[in-house]
């Protein structure tokens, strides 16, 4: 009977948390011991060449474009003429519905429906560089947000 009320807790089917704590297994940490100075300036050193380069696309900078092999805009519109704070895109409330694409949406869908709609861009590869330094860009404006998911 203890087993039937835990799968009604967690919804039928359960879930891996619900499956760890039938089990008794503990929660693994990401990482064990922290890293050190060195390690972590790499990290941010990357993190940071992957805010330039999405802080460039964002704005238009043709040459972005070029080296990434992406075409953001045919009509010569960036993502900051809309957004001219990249914080105005709201990347903590993804995943949701989004009202102009009447679907649930990833950020990365958010994005190439910019770019494909109003700004009649060609999409781009959601796993691609591009993508990539424009959803960093994107969170890192957005530093310091409280994540709400779904929200409108």
Request: glycine share 8%; net charge negative.
């Amino acid at each position: 009977m203890k087993m039937k009320k835990l799968q009604y807790a967690l919804g039928i089917g359960g879930c891996a948390l619900g499956a760890l704590l039938v089990l008794g297994i503990e929660q693994a940490g990401a990482h064990k011991e922290a890293h050190d100075a060195q390690t972590l300036k790499a990290f941010e050193d990357q993190f940071m060449e992957q805010v330039v380069m999405g802080d460039r696309l964002f704005h238009g900078d043709p040459d972005a474009e070029k080296a990434l092999g992406v075409t953001l805009s045919k009509t010569g519109m960036a993502c900051a003429m809309c957004h001219p704070f990249s914080s105005d895109t709201h990347p903590h409330e993804f995943p949701k519905f989004q009202e102009q694409m009447s679907d649930f949406a990833t950020l990365r869908d958010m994005i190439n429906w910019c770019i494909e709609k109003p700004n009649e861009g060609v999409k781009i590869d959601p796993n691609s560089a591009a993508m990539k330094a424009l959803e960093t860009y994107i969170y890192w404006s957005n530093k310091g947000s409280k994540l709400d998911a779904g929200r409108h």
